[in-house]
């Protein structure tokens, strides 16, 4: 997305953090949703935090709102606001202020795609303001204990009820509201178990979440059964519905084309081709890595969140994960 900085990478994270770089995983951190003060805390991604929102008219009544945390939507109309994820914790007054300058209408219904804390940081602010709150059922369970994101030392705090899902499903929900029908799909574990990606029928837009982070090599949250071959299996679930003017909503990085998530669907399973036959000959993390399995792809994809050797590291973790 235009607001998130490519060059911003794990090495600026894990200083926030107090750790160090390096190929081992870090102690844990806590990031504890609200401080002493009773004021949300700082994301431990700094832009988040202070860049400008940035709103994008994807069809009409449908906008991207960019800047706050992993990408967002929003649906107007006359049945009320429907928001699509809520940034971090310390934009939700930001966010009720930018949608108030769009609608009329204040937002009745949140949906979740996933638990991380860049996409549920809000939801305090609209479970507050009386929105009903909606995601895949393992999102509840996930927000309502503490959950460690390895990969990046992270220790998220449990959510207050306030910002728990009321509403949750399995596999599939299909809410008919402002003249359209959105349809929500949960996919096996991919970036994480609790993926659910979104499709405005009508407007042939689709909000894949963090199955797609445009442009940069994806983070996989291995901690949360997240693997690198569920990626690949969800991306295909997202192309099978989608066709060449769809607009696709990343989870991070600019709003995309077909051909950009087809690009991404195949850089990862390519990836995977590569290190899979690895892990299963019984080479470590640290081999692997070494062996610079993508070396011929870091120049287009490693200039994003994740270095190349954190990916690799990240990639193989996650299918070591997968195979236990």
């Known amino acids: 997305m235009s607001s998130f900085n490519p060059n911003f990478s794990l090495r600026d994270l894990l200083k926030i953090a107090g750790g160090i770089v390096g190929i081992d995983l870090l102690p844990s951190a806590s990031f504890a949703q609200r401080g002493a003060d009773g004021k949300p805390l700082k994301s431990p991604l700094p832009a988040f935090d202070n ?62 795609t996933h638990f991380h804390f860049d996409h549920t940081g809000g939801n305090e602010t609209f479970g507050t303001a009386k929105a009903s709150i909606v995601a895949q059922e393992e999102t509840r369970t996930r927000m309502s204990s503490p959950q460690t994101i390895e990969l990046i030392g992270f220790t998220v705090p449990a959510s207050p009820p306030i910002a728990l899902p009321s509403l949750t499903f399995e596999n599939k929900l299909t809410l008919h509201r402002n003249n359209t029908t959105i349809h929500l ?45 569920g990626m690949v299996y969800g991306i295909d679930q997202v192309l099978a519905i989608a066709n060449n003017d769809t607009k696709i909503v990343p989870g991070h990085g600019p709003l995309g084309t077909y051909a950009q998530l087809l690009e991404s669907r195949t850089m990862l399973a390519l990836v995977q081709s590569r290190i899979e036959p690895l892990v299963k000959a019984g080479k470590t993390v640290e081999e692997i890595v070494a062996a610079k399995p993508t070396s011929d792809l870091d120049e287009k994809w490693g200039k994003g969140t994740l270095n190349p050797d954190t ?5 193989v973790m996650s299918l070591v994960r997968h195979m236990v």
């Open 51 to 112: 860049d400008p929102i940035k709103v994008t008219e994807l069809e009409k009544n449908l906008y991207l709102l960019m800047g706050a945390g992993g990408n967002i939507v929003l649906l107007t109309g006359a049945d009320g606001s429907i928001l699509v994820d809520t940034g971090v914790p310390s934009r939700g007054k930001d966010l009720q202020k930018t949608i108030k300058s769009l609608t009329k209408q204040p937002v009745v219904t949140v949906i979740n």
């Open 185 to 229: 799909t949960h996919v096996p574990p991919a970036h994480t178990d609790t993926d659910v990606f979104l499709h405005f029928q009508a407007q042939n837009v689709i909000h894949a979440t963090d199955l797609f982070f445009n442009g940069f090599y994806p983070i996989i949250d291995y901690s949360s059964k997240g693997w690198i071959g």
């Open 311 to 315: 990916f690799v590291k990240d990639a």
